[in-house]
Nanobody, 123 residues
Framework: QVQMVESGGGLVQAGGSLRLSCTASGRIVSWGSMGWFRQAPGKEREFVAAISWMGGNTYYADSVKGRFTISRDYAKNTVNLQMNSLKPEDTAVYYC????????????????WGQGTQVTVSS
């Protein structure tokens, strides 16, 4: 099993930036994927971004393309989410997750989840 621990959330004004980090430990599948998802109050959890652990292929939700960047540090077992030009609608709890499937952004493929970190964007 893989353990995921997120950090880096907080309060920021609209237009600002935040960087989320997630450190994975345990039996990471080298050909798998890491992803970020978010859940706003009263809404379902949704996909944000994903990256292939080995090849580094990236995938983004349309709502964050051009503003968010996902990256991974293979040596440190860390996946990061750089969030720029933040909007109030980006306010949510952000979760990182691990999948044993390569090149996937499908939520049901992700099996190990972190506890989440709150991101609040004020207008």
């Amino acid at each position: 099993q893989v353990q995921m621990v997120e950090s880096g959330g907080g309060l920021v004004q609209a237009g600002g930036s935040l960087r989320l980090s997630c450190t994975a430990s345990g039996r990471i599948v080298s050909w798998g994927s890491m992803g970020w998802f978010r859940q706003a109050p009263g809404k379902e959890r949704e996909f944000v971004a994903a990256i292939s652990w080995m090849g580094g292929n990236t995938y983004y939700a349309d709502s964050v393309k051009g503003r968010f960047t996902i990256s991974r540090d293979y040596a440190k077992n860390t996946v990061n989410l750089q969030m720029n030009s933040l909007k109030p609608e980006d306010t949510a709890v952000y979760y990182c997750a691990e999948s044993g499937r390569p090149s996937t952004s499908t939520m049901s493929d992700f099996r190990s989840w972190g506890q989440g970190t709150q991101v609040t964007v004020s207008s």
